[in-house]
């Protein structure tokens, strides 16, 4: 809705009820404006259609793991000159551009690299991990890397293209991995299934060593409070237990403030089942 319909203090008194939202001078909305709505409400805004990249385009590819509320835009002929909170305007040639749901988006590998470009490591492999889950294909991300050759950061993400694996479930199983891949611990089978007495898959773990019948578990925030899926993971790891499995949680701290304590709490299982084995 452009704010022609109403007179300014319509506008105002709207907005400060709750009635309207402001999406971008001028342009407001009485739904709540989620990312889709923000960038289609950019037309009237910038007279062009914009073509969006970086995190914007991850988003609407379905691969996005930063949430980032940002909305970025390629504008490679310098048109849109606006300085709008919220909108970041990036010049980029060579970018190859797809149709998503009628709106114009860097093609799918190529966004995955690039935006992994501006990432850190550990963020960077979550973002291609999530790009392959959703079905890029790995060839197809190496060809991406490829043409953004001599760019910033890309060495980073060409260094990390042999680590990427589309079972990873969520960005922190992705980070998890490339701690223990650079700590030394040896590779882990991702999503490891385990069969019941009939031949049923029972669960699927993590992060798996089944010669050492050790396995370790992300253990996000997502259940903490939730009594019923508590006593579910209870179950489950006893369960496991009873088979001979030794579980080892893991949590975002243990990951990202206590890295080193993590990786030899692991390496000191693997040996201890070694010597046992």
């Not at 709540?32 to 037309?43: G, H, T």
């Not at 988006?105 to 492999?125: G, I, Q, S």
Request: hydrophobic share 45%.
């Amino acid at each position: 809705m452009l704010r022609t319909e109403f007179t300014e203090a319509d506008i105002r008194r709207m907005v400060k009820h709750g009635v309207l939202h402001r999406i971008w001078h001028g342009v407001y909305t009485t739904a709540e404006p989620s990312l889709v709505l923000r960038l289609d409400a950019l037309v009237p805004v910038l007279g062009v259609r914009p073509i969006a990249c970086l995190g914007t385009a991850a988003q609407l590819h379905g691969f996005d793991v930063q949430g980032g509320s940002a909305i970025h835009i390629i504008d490679p002929l310098q048109r849109c000159r606006h300085c709008l909170p919220g909108l970041h305007v990036h010049q980029r040639l060579g970018a190859p551009v797809v149709v998503v749901d009628g709106r114009h988006v860097t093609e799918p590998a190529w966004t995955a690299v690039e935006f992994a470009r501006t990432l850190t490591r550990p963020r960077a492999l979550a973002t291609l991990d999530a790009a392959v889950r959703v079905g890029v294909s790995e060839s197809d991300l190496a060809a991406a890397a490829r043409c953004q050759a001599g760019r910033r950061g890309i060495v980073v993400v060409r260094d990390l293209l042999p680590l990427v694996d589309g079972r990873a479930e969520s960005p922190m199983e992705s980070e998890t991995r490339l701690l223990l891949l650079d700590g030394g611990v040896p590779t882990p089978e991702l999503q490891f299934a385990v069969f019941d007495d009939f031949g049923v898959v029972r669960f699927y773990l993590d992060f798996a060593w089944p010669a050492f019948m050790l396995a370790a578990e992300y253990d996000g925030d997502e259940h903490h409070g939730n009594a019923l899926a508590v006593r579910r993971d209870k179950a489950r790891v006893a369960w496991l237990q009873d088979r001979g499995w030794l579980i080892i949680p893991i949590t975002a701290d243990d990951v990202r403030r206590r890295p080193q304590q993590l990786l030899a709490r692991i390496l000191a299982h693997l040996a201890a089942r070694a010597a046992i084995a």
